[in-house]
């Protein structure tokens, strides 16, 4: 399968400045292909036939009109504002689509600086790799921090992260050996946590914004006290990315080490799907869910479900894991946040909020909640799709079938109340 890699170089002077004009060229291709597009728009209001120019049209006009003009253009490889504009055009498309945003202009020195190289000819290839360093069109050898087996890539993206830089392209891997009998593991990602699984397994949150936000603060201060433009100001400016990036690597590290954790030793993994927009507003979980990055932990655990030949389930979000008893499915429904333990009016059973949702997580199964005393006929849809282990055809059965789920969990509880 093919992954992606990302490691750091270690540039000389004369490369940093090499890749700061490769940012620049295409930064300024973006830009110059924005601004473009924006006219069309403008002149498509008056008249509909103006055709909104594709990355392939835009592409020909810089060639033609803005690369003679700018004799800097020469000096950089051309697949860097050729790639930007392809770049532009996609996040345009993305916006016509109305999935994000009108893309704006670039800033220089924002965070995000980057630039796309290409191999080349056969005849005369650009990139190469000897383990050590990796060679790049324009710009040649640039030393690797940690060593690589020396394989071929066609092409890589150059990205810069306050000081340091980053090469990242795509490599064919082989896929490594699977573990026998792998037991299935549902995960609660938690407020208190990073993460709860089923199994009883409990990863902590590394809290890094808690523990560096004095710091944190201390240079957000320094930086707005400094005078706009001044060097004290950009030395400023350059610690506080510095730590900025330090906190997001502690961060992605202990993310990295749960997935692998997960998508290693578990055939399926079913997580929630949180929608992470609606959470954002409620101020009193946002920092919490900041800290953990729902959006990495779900990008992590699809390629290394894969990875690992394990399966990735989203458990609809609607399903209301946390107000559940894992042990009698007795339905309880208000759990306020705060509230840390669940305690069962039904049963009597008591344990922690977390770990509770993370077992009725694991039970849960494509719309239907399937509790553990499942033998019972419960309600006539969730007796549809048999017990604990449904085989595929249920499976299919039960995608098919529009069910509201809210309604079934209620109905499940009180059979449940009738039988037990
Ligand atoms: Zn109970």
New binding site residues.
Partial sequence: MLLSFKTELKPNNRQVTKFRQHCGVARHAYNWGNSIILETLTARETDKTVKIPSAIDLHKRLVAEVKPLYPWYYESSKASPQQALAELRTAWDRCFKKVSKQPRFKKKGASGDSFYLEQGTKAKPGINNDGKRVKLPKIGWVRLHEPLPVTAFHNCVISRKSDRWFISFKWEIEQPEILPNRPTVGVDIGIKELAVCSNGQTFANPKAYRRMSRKMKRLQRRVSKRVKGSNNRKKAVSKLAKLHLKISNIRKDSIHKLTTYLAKNHSEVKIEDLNVKAFLKNHKLAGAIADCGMYEFKRQLEYKTQKFGSKLTLVDRFFPSSQI?S????HRHKMPLKVRAFE?P????IQDRDLNASRNIERWFEGIFIPEKSELAVSSTVSACGVDKPDSSHATATMNQEINTKITYVQLSLDLGNYG
């Fill in positions: 008893c042990t009698c499915c007795h069962c039904n049963c009597g059973n």
